[in-house]
């Protein structure tokens, strides 16, 4: 028995943030990130919507890429200040996760960080807001999961929170808002998407209704990731882009991931690289690692009328080099020192990582440490 969980409401298409004017409540915070949302007029937009709906609106800016525990509980005490009844996430997934959090202190505010971070644990949210989730990066998927990604910098580790009540309420994919992403940003998070889809595809949990989102949106990127890099302006690529995240979100938030996450969370949360490039560099040599567990792969490659597991492999250091990544940490330019400093401790919380429990094959201490390895320096893993 199984179930699948996603929000309650998708609007979906060049436009649809419109849809705010739709909205009921009385008082709405937007929780946004760095500046690109008000630069590029989405946040006036948004609030202009909303108080046609006759909403009040108080703004929170500038959560920064991977949020930090520090930033979530500033956010919480705006919005024990505010009292609103609706909380929207606006911009990249950093601000949205950030207000994800957020929300759960407000609701709960006796609740530790700790106590939060072991999955399925967060009680019922709800009680005094709605959460409406709003992207402009077409990567995480995150206005359809159940995760929100926050960043210990004490101990730098990133902790997926993981709770169906996290799934927002309403999600509102409009590419028009992805428009003004940069190539390198776009590249990044688009490779984040195709990551959730082939984590999502051979997890542990994937089922007939995480296939086949995961197998359109695998196609789908594939197809239109190069164009959306090489010009970003044109609406429809962008669309398909928000619209294959959207549904590699909903694949991984029910099918869960794997040892791509599991590695990706520990060195993002040491060093200084986009998750989605992380992803990107440690996607392959996976594939090869995992292939030995599941014949899966074969399916993603005859998606792209190949054959094998190891041509998948192939096919994703092609579309990896297309969009201008590097194919190892090395390349990318982490330091050799800094990175055998750290390797140990990485293994071990790589290894204790929630997304490693639905990985198809479960590595040993040796095993997930070859790999960290071989994606450092850009060798084929063969474990
Ligand atoms: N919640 C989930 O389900 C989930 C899943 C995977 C990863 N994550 C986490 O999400 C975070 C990454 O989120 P992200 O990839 O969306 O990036 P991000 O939110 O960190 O944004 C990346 C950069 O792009 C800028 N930006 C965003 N949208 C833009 C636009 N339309 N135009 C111009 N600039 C724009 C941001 O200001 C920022 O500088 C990581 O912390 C990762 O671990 C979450
Ligand atoms: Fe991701």
């Known amino acids: 028995m199984a179930a699948f969980t996603v929000p309650r409401q998708t609007f979906h298409g060049p436009g649809s943030l419109e849809n705010l004017k739709e909205l009921k409540g009385k008082k709405a915070v937007i929780v946004t990130g760095g500046g690109s949302m008000k630069r590029f007029g989405f946040l006036e937009k948004s609030m202009a919507l909303l108080a046609d709906a006759g909403i009040a609106t108080a703004v929170l800016e500038g959560v920064e890429a991977d949020p930090s525990v520090e930033t979530v509980m500033r956010g ?3 919005f024990n200040r505010e009292n609103p009844d609706l909380i929207i996430g606006l911009g990249g997934c950093s601000a949205i996760d950030a207000a994800k959090a ?6 709960y505010p006796n609740a530790t960080f700790e106590e939060i971070t072991q999955p399925f644990t967060i009680q019922p949210l709800r009680n005094k807001a709605r959460f409406v989730a709003i992207p402009s990066t077409s990567g995480t998927g995150t206005e359809a999961t159940c995760v929100a990604v926050i960043t210990d910098t004490k101990k730098g580790i990133k902790y997926p929170l993981v709770s169906y009540e996290l799934c927002p309420d309403i999600a509102i994919v409009d590419g028009e808002l992805a428009v003004s992403m940069p190539a390198n940003v776009t590249a990044d998070t688009g490779m984040d998407a195709l990551s959730h889809d082939v984590e999502a595809f051979v997890a542990a949990l994937a089922s007939p209704y995480t296939d086949a989102l995961a197998l359109d949106s695998v196609r789908s990127i594939f197809d239109n990731l190069p164009k959306a890099y090489d010009d970003g302006s044109q609406i429809g690529v962008r669309q398909a882009m928000h619209d294959a995240s959207c549904l590699a979100g909903m694949a991984f938030s029910n ?3 794997g040892i791509v996450h599991s590695i990706a969370h520990q060195v993002g949360g040491m060093f200084n690289i986009p998750h989605g490039r992380a992803n990107a560099i440690l996607m392959p040599n996976v594939v090869r690692f995992n292939r030995r567990a599941t014949d899966k792969y074969r399916q993603l490659a005859q998606a792209l009328g190949k054959e094998t597991a190891e041509d998948f492999a ?13 194919d190892s ?3 990318y330019g982490l330091a050799a020192d800094a990175w055998q400093d ?3 401790a990485m293994v071990q919380n ?3 990582d929630p997304c490693t429990g639905t990985n198809p094959r479960q590595p040993s201490a040796g095993e997930m440490k070859e790999i960290f390895q071989c994606c450092f320096v850009g060798k084929i893993v063969d474990c």
């Open 314 to 326: 192939q096919e994703l250091e092609r579309l990896r080099q297309r969009v201008g990544i590097e």
């Open 350 to 352: 790589a290894l204790a």
């Open 329 to 331: 940490f090395q390349a």
């Open 76 to 78: 919480v005490e705006f």
């Open 342 to 344: 750290k390797l140990d």
């Open 102 to 107: 957020m929300w759960v202190f407000y609701e």
């Open 255 to 257: 099918a869960i991931l």
